[in-house]
C-alpha cells in the first residue's frame, strides 16, 4: 500500500512475493511428519502402470515447459530402470505432510487409530508416482496423494502387510489406514493425549 517516507520523497509500494520454494519438513514439528498410507497396490494395477506410464508422459508433454518435461522423461526413466528392491511395496498415500523427496528414510510404522500399536522399522521412498497421472515424480509434493514405492530393507511390517489392496487410481474414499514416521514423531505421537 502507497505510504510517505521520512525525506519526503516519492509514496513507496510494498510488495508481496510468493515463495515458491519447496515446503520441507523443517517447517513442521517432528509430531506432524507422518505420511498416512490408505492401502497397496496388487501386481495388476502396479503392471498397469508400468505400461501407461510411457504414453500417459507423452500425452502430457505438450503442455509442460521444457525444463519440466527434460525432469519428467529422467523420472520417468529411473522408475522403469529400477532394480529389484529388497521388500518393495507400492502403497497409496495420502496428503504429503511436505515435499518429500526421494531417499527419504522412515524409522517407525504405527496405526492411525491406535498410535500405541506400532513398530520401529526401516523404509526408505524409492519412487512416487502421480495419484491420477501413471507419472513418475521426483517426490512427493505436499498436499498430494501419490503412489509410493517403499523399500523395507529389514522385511514388510505386519501392519503394511494388513493393508487393503487398494486399485489405481485409489478413490478418495479409501480411510488412512497406518502411518510412516521417524522414531522421534512415533514417540511423541504415543504420548500425546
Known amino acids: 500500500m502507497p505510504h510517505p517516507d521520512n525525506n519526503q520523497g516519492p509514496d513507496t509500494i510494498d510488495v508481496c512475493v510468493v515463495d515458491e520454494s519447496l515446503y520441507t519438513e ?12 490408505r492401502g497397496v497396490l496388487g501386481e495388476r494395477a502396479i503392471k498397469q502402470i508400468k505400461q501407461s506410464m510411457r504414453p500417459a508422459l507423452r500425452g502430457a508433454e ?8 527434460k525432469i519428467l522423461r529422467a523420472t520417468v526413466d529411473d522408475f522403469l530402470a529400477l532394480e529389484r528392491l529388497k521388500f518393495p511395496v507400492y502403497a497409496s498415500t495420502s496428503f504429503g505432510y511436505a515435499d518429500i523427496p526421494l531417499g527419504k528414510a522412515f524409522g517407525a510404522v504405527f496405526r492411525k487409530s491406535n498410535p500405541v500399536e506400532g513398530a520401529i522399522t526401516q523404509c526408505v521412498l524409492r519412487a512416487v508416482i502421480n495419484e491420477w497421472m501413471p507419472i513418475a515424480m521426483d517426490g512427493i509434493p ?9 523399500e523395507f530393507p529389514q522385511g514388510i511390517p505386519a501392519l503394511i502387510k494388513g493393508l487393503p489392496v487398494v486399485g489405481y487410481p485409489t478413490p478418495p474414499s479409501v480411510d488412512e ?8 514423531a512415533w514417540e511423541l505421537r504415543k504420548s500425546k493425549p
Open 142 to 150: 505436499k498436499d498430494h496423494r501419490s503412489i509410493c514405492l517403499l
Open 62 to 69: 505438450p503442455t509442460l515447459p521444457d525444463d519440466e518435461r
Open 177 to 184: 489406514k497406518v502411518c510412516l514416521c521417524s522414531a522421534e
Open 26 to 37: 523443517d517447517r513442521l514439528s517432528p509430531i506432524d511428519r507422518v505420511l498416512a498410507l
